[in-house]
């Protein structure tokens, strides 16, 4: 830094720039979250302008400016700056009230880091932010600039392209998490001084959407293939066509569900040890691009379910409706989650059956009811067991307590065995006699249940269960040569006429 910087004040922006998100979107996110009806309603004060719906969006929900990803090498040198006496100002669209938690968490940081007792000088000498009347963007951000700074030289922070245009009223610019053709602009219109985190290039942001789609969850979607396979129709390519789209249907439906939690759930995430690494929480993609994609998928979904048929597209619907309501409101209330999740196991199977014209009967229904309830029960019971290794007493974003531990377990396991119950009671009908070549084959897919199920509460008590207990059961080495053992006895049990 020249011996003359130290008199230039340095203005700069806080979405894309100081934070690695837009808080506009967070805020319509966190709005979402808190109440999903005003969230959507709030969208009426744009006939007011964008100052007005961001001061709208920011009272509806409670946005957790503290756990937002930062640009912490830009934050290093701004604190270099500061310390050799430069004055530093926010500058920002985004509402008042945000920025200037924005400009306290960034001097509370500072504070956890330095690790000592003594007072530390805050990061920014001045906020300049919209104040629900004016959007500070823009035009009218220079104009903030300008009237803040008088006729006094100034140097700019920013990352968009509406930021070209104060680049070039600036002495200098510094040009943070922008994408290539604004940092060309920023050379063209100005002197760049520094560059910071430039944007990924697209291939890394197509990895990041990959894992925020989480195909790996996708395996849980081969539940709508169970009724071709248990009404005995794999060998019909029409049905077997029509539940291959079901299938790519419903992964296409989940993944936008998937991406809908993620944006409700940030705040919560960020607090997380692993769930901080998904990329709406580390930054990595932006929110506004999740809330698109997440229509993108829901779009295509729907199409595909409309090849497949009227009744099918019912499914779909209820599926994503169920899971809007578990992100919105139902996976905070204690037991209403569990249900909810094993509903959206069993529409799975339900949404199978409509793909291939089957009606789903009685046994495998209530089979899946309470099959469904155990493995969300372990996935409960995973998070909780989790919570106390770190010796925290409530499970974030969740209704639970680590003390309700002993009777979720309890629960969960009187439902595992609920569902074997139901299947030994299945296996003695003459329905089963008169479709199964080798109907006592079922009773060893009894005991191998029995284990299976057994291995994951074990599994989930040692705190070894992963977030999602049928992926578990496909990583885990054992419970993979289990569940392929089920495969073969069931296909014995249907193909094979055995002499005993």
């Known amino acids: 830094m020249n011996g003359d910087d130290?008199?230039?004040?340095?203005?700069v922006d806080l979405d894309g720039c100081l934070l690695r998100t837009d808080t506009l979107w967070e805020s319509f996110a966190a709005a979402l979250r808190a109440n999903p009806f005003a969230g959507l309603l709030a969208l009426f004060a744009l006939l007011q302008g964008r100052a007005a719906l961001k001061r709208r969006l920011a009272a509806i929900g409670q946005t957790d400016v503290a756990t937002m990803p930062r640009n912490e090498r830009f934050v290093g040198w701004l604190r270099g700056q500061r310390a050799r006496g430069r004055r530093v100002v926010l500058a920002t669209a985004a509402d008042a009230a945000l920025a200037a938690e924005a400009a306290q968490a960034a001097q509370d940081a500072e504070a956890v880091e330095t690790a000592r007792g003594d007072?530390?000088?805050?990061?920014?000498?001045?906020?300049?932010?919209?104040?629900?009347?004016?959007?500070?963007?823009?035009?009218?951000k220079l104009a903030a600039i300008r009237e803040?700074?008088?006729?006094?030289?100034?140097?700019?922070?920013?990352?968009?392209?509406?930021?070209?245009?104060?680049?070039?009223?600036?002495?200098?610019?510094?040009?943070?998490?922008?994408?290539?053709?604004?940092?060309?602009?920023?050379?063209?219109?100005?002197?760049?001084?520094?560059?910071?985190?430039?944007?990924?290039?697209?291939?890394?942001?197509?990895?990041?959407?990959?894992?925020?789609m989480r195909p790996h969850q996708w395996l849980k979607n081969l539940l709508v293939?169970?009724?071709?396979?248990?009404?005995?129709?794999?060998?019909?390519?029409?049905?077997?066509?029509?539940?291959?789209?079901?299938?790519?249907?419903?992964?296409?439906?989940?993944?936008?569900?998937?991406?809908?939690?993620?944006?409700?759930?940030?705040?919560?995430?960020?607090?997380?040890?692993?769930?901080r690494l998904r990329p709406f929480a580390a930054g990595e993609l932006s929110v506004r691009s999740g809330f698109a994609a997440a229509a993108l998928l829901f779009v295509v979904s729907i199409a595909i379910a409309f090849a497949v048929g009227n009744t099918f597209i019912g499914w779909v619907l209820a599926y994503l409706v169920m899971t809007g309501a578990y992100s919105g409101f139902a996976k905070r209330i204690a037991l209403l989650d569990v249900a909810a999740l094993a509903g959206l196991y069993t529409v799975r199977v339900l949404a199978g059956g409509a793909a291939i014209g089957v009606e789903v009967s009685f046994w495998l229904l209530a089979?899946?009811?309470?099959?469904?309830?155990?493995?969300?029960?372990?996935?409960?019971?995973?998070?909780?067991?989790?919570?106390?290794?770190?010796?925290?007493?409530?499970?974030?974003g969740r209704g639970y307590r680590v003390g309700d531990l002993p009777v979720l377990q309890a629960l969960g396991i009187a439902a595992s065995?609920?569902?074997?119950?139901?299947?030994?009671?299945?296996?003695?009908?003459?329905?089963?006699?008169?479709?199964?070549?080798?109907?006592?084959?079922?009773?060893?897919?009894?005991?191998?249940?029995?284990?299976?199920?057994?291995?994951?509460?074990?599994?989930?008590?040692?705190?070894?269960?992963?977030?999602?207990?049928?992926?578990?059961?496909?990583?885990?080495?054992?419970?993979?040569?289990?569940?392929?053992?089920?495969?073969?006895?069931?296909?014995?049990?249907?193909?094979?006429?055995?002499?005993?």
Not at 119 to 140: H, I, Q, T
Not at 166 to 188: M, T, Y
Request: charged letters at 20%; a neutral charge.
């Open 148 to 212: 803040h700074a008088g006729d006094a030289p100034f140097d700019y922070c920013g990352n968009g392209p509406e930021d070209v245009a104060i680049f070039a009223q600036a002495r200098r610019a510094i040009v943070v998490g922008a994408s290539p053709r604004v940092l060309a602009a920023a050379r063209r219109e100005s002197t760049v001084l520094e560059v910071f985190d430039a944007r990924p290039p697209w291939p890394a942001r197509a990895r990041a959407f990959l894992r925020a």
């Open 6 to 11: 130290r008199s230039i004040p340095l203005y």
């Open 119 to 140: 007072p530390v000088d805050p990061l920014f000498d001045a906020v300049l932010a919209s104040d629900g009347r004016r959007n500070l963007k823009g035009p009218n």
């Open 225 to 275: 293939l169970v009724p071709l396979l248990t009404s005995f129709r794999v060998d019909e390519m029409p049905a077997l066509l029509d539940a291959a789209l079901a299938f790519v249907s419903f992964s296409l439906a989940a993944s936008s569900g998937y991406l809908l939690n993620d944006l409700l759930d940030l705040s919560a995430d960020r607090r997380h040890p692993r769930k």
């Open 417 to 500: 065995f609920a569902a074997l119950v139901v299947l030994a009671l299945y296996v003695q009908t003459s329905e089963v006699t008169e479709r199964y070549a080798s109907p006592q084959l079922l009773w060893l897919m009894l005991v191998g249940l029995l284990i299976l199920l057994g291995r994951m509460w074990l599994s989930t008590a040692r705190g070894e269960m992963h977030d999602d207990p049928l992926v578990h059961a496909i990583e885990d080495r054992a419970s993979r040569w289990i569940v392929g053992a089920l495969l073969v006895l069931f296909a014995a049990a249907a193909t094979l006429r055995l002499p005993f």
């Open 367 to 396: 089979f899946s009811v309470f099959l469904f309830f155990s493995l969300a029960l372990v996935k409960r019971c995973g998070e909780i067991v989790a919570q106390l290794e770190r010796d925290e007493a409530t499970v974030g």
